[in-house]
């Protein structure tokens, strides 16, 4: 296996662990990069699909190897928990249990050479959420896994979000609140039968679950001031740009190319003190090349390399973060601190585009990463907030994705 030597970190997860990160998208090969899920072709969009024909999803990576691999794949319905749910594969989408992945194409022109993958989801049956595994051909474990979720709009969903909290006001936190109506739709026990996820942008870390309203009303749900759904401000995502091989771009400080692969340079991060606003993204990145053409297959892989400086952090490790690490805290995209320049690195290889990304510290033995150390946390910053309900009516076998909002908060 042609492995990019210092340039790409291994990290191996066993079948066992799985179940720890059964809702998130996630490489488990290091050769399979830039894993995508798109929804009706959109960029930006969340992964969530309207139950009704003419909707699609459309799951891409990259490996790479650039020799063609036989790659298969399959679906699976999950639980509002991402637990695998009691349905057969034949009462949730059409088609066979396993599939082959039929559409490739080989790189074009580049550097470092690699081979495309794309997919399209066969018809959905039911709503819920599903995650795709991806195997190489004839191997029992996944190279990568792909979630997304599938929603019937049987309920309304409103959401506030205010940074007035029972924290802080108008300082570092924000505080979730929504309502649920459910007027003209068949539940026999509310309290009982819907579960609620909540989500901050696209981080599953910090994600609430098991939420119970503060007030019940006729058809009518609500969840105000409930201290689970104050979440950390953080401060607006960092951009740059990688789009030419040799003209710096957005934040690059210098391109130059080794003999073997073009590297790219940002300008070095420091610590944020301070809120500074910027037309982000919320974490996204978009693939591109400085032509715009065939961006899938022409656009290079160019080695990054990522400096924040600032004092090291103690009890933690500090890690690359956003879209552009699936929003996981890995080793790959762990940085290393230089006690001798008294700053923290990082080198990866990313695909020519458009990216944001923050630094995110997590202290030892916890899940949750903190923005406060490396971004801030400031209330102004704008944020996008997610809340998925689900319904499992007594005696059903799966939880229904029955309602979805996603709000945008705008602090300034």
Not at 8 to 25: D, K, M
Not at 86 to 111: N, V
Not at 190 to 216: A, C, T
Not at 220 to 228: D, E, G, K, P, T
Request: with cysteine.
């Amino acid at each position: 296996m042609r492995v990019l030597g210092r340039y790409i970190s291994t990290f191996i997860l066993t079948v066992g662990g799985l179940a720890a990160y059964a809702q998130e998208n996630i490489c488990f090969s290091p050769d399979i990069k830039t894993l995508q899920v798109k929804v009706d072709g959109q960029w930006g969009t969340p992964p969530v699909m309207l139950l009704s024909r003419g909707h699609r999803v459309e799951v891409s990576f990259d490996n790479l190897q650039p020799q063609y691999q036989r790659y298969t794949y399959t679906i699976t319905h999950c639980n509002a928990d991402w637990t695998e749910s009691d349905l057969l594969t034949s009462e949730y989408m059409t088609g066979f249990e396993e599939q082959r992945i039929e559409h490739y194409e080989p790189s074009i022109g580049t550097e470092m050479n690699y081979c495309h993958y794309w997919l399209t989801v066969p018809r959905l049956l039911v709503s819920g959420n599903y995650r795709v595994n991806i195997f190489e051909d004839g191997e029992s474990e996944p190279i990568a896994q792909a979630c997304f979720s599938v929603l019937e709009p049987r309920v309304g969903v409103e959401i506030e979000v205010t940074a007035n909290t029972d924290i802080d006001t108008f300082e570092e936190h924000q505080q979730v609140n929504f309502s649920v109506n459910h007027r003209g739709y068949q539940v026999s026990s509310p309290l009982n039968e819907f579960k609620y996820i909540v989500q901050q942008n696209h981080r599953w870390d910090n994600h609430v679950e098991n939420l119970y309203p503060s007030l019940m009303q006729v058809n009518r749900l609500i969840f105000n001031h409930n201290r689970s759904l104050i979440f950390p401000a953080g401060n607006e995502y960092r951009r740059f740009e990688i789009l030419d091989e040799y003209v710096p771009t957005m934040r690059v400080e210098h391109m130059e190319y080794d003999d073997t692969y073009y590297n790219a340079t940002l300008f070095t991060d420091e610590q944020r003190i301070n809120y500074l606003y910027d037309q982000d993204q919320n974490g996204r990145y978009v693939v591109r090349n400085g032509n715009n053409v065939a961006n899938d297959t022409e656009s290079d892989y160019f080695i990054t390399h990522f400096t924040l400086q600032m004092p090291k952090v103690p009890g933690g490790d500090v890690y690359l973060f956003g879209d552009l690490t699936d929003n996981r805290m890995d080793e790959a995209y762990k940085m290393e601190y230089n006690l001798l320049d008294h700053q923290y690195e990082l080198t990866i290889p990313l695909k020519q585009g458009s990216y944001n990304y923050m630094y995110m510290y997590r202290r030892e033995g916890e899940d949750v990463g903190q923005t406060k150390p490396c971004e801030g946390d400031f209330h102004q910053t704008e944020n996008e907030y997610y809340v998925y309900v689900y319904h499992r009516p007594f005696g059903a076998r799966y939880d229904k994705l029955v309602g979805f909002q996603k709000f945008n908060y705008k602090g300034r």
